[in-house]
């Protein structure tokens, strides 16, 4: 039996899509879909027991890994809580048709606050190598002219620093 067809399970939160998970052979195995916190996990179920965890299928997490653009931009909010704004840049790469080989860079804003603002502070620096993890948020304002801007930027609650220690 193949699992390629769309599937749709209701939830609590709406319709979780199960299109295209798998495309191999899945006898004698078969899904199993729980309720974790705000997540469906999906487990792939032998029919001895075992279970492996397939993956997670949340509504909103970002994971990126990339560089800094420059250092951090930090403010003091009211009571002490700091706000940190990067920006993280990631590249793709493939070959073109020619054969040549094709990086393109994307930028992506970066938001952090309290303990994880504070380390990026005390640690990130421009062309600093970082693994984040967070969520999609879309925020708007007017500007000085009265234009509507909208921006998408991703809250991370995670860091990780990557390659060399540089100093500051």
Request: aromatic share 8%; with cysteine.
């Amino acid at each position: 039996m193949l699992l390629c067809e769309s599937k749709r399970l209701k939830t609590d939160y709406g319709y979780l899509s199960l299109a295209s998970l798998f495309c191999q052979p899945m006898a004698p195995w078969v899904i199993e879909i729980t309720k974790f916190k705000t997540a469906y996990l999906l487990v792939q179920k032998s029919c001895g027991g075992h279970k492996t965890q397939i993956m997670y299928a949340l509504k909103n997490k970002v994971q990126l890994i990339g560089n800094l653009g420059k250092a951090p931009e930090i403010k003091t909010m009211e009571g002490g809580k700091k706000l940190a704004r990067f920006s993280v840049a990631t590249n793709e790469s493939y070959k073109d048709a020619k054969g040549e080989k094709v990086v393109e860079t994307q930028w992506h804003n970066v938001v952090a606050w309290g303990k994880v603002a504070e380390i990026a502070e005390k640690y990130l620096t421009k062309g600093s190598e970082v693994a984040v993890e967070g969520k999609l948020i879309n925020r708007n304002y007017t500007d000085k002219e009265g234009v509507k801007k909208y921006i998408t930027e991703v809250q991370i609650n995670e860091i990780l620093m990557l390659g060399e220690k540089v100093s500051k």
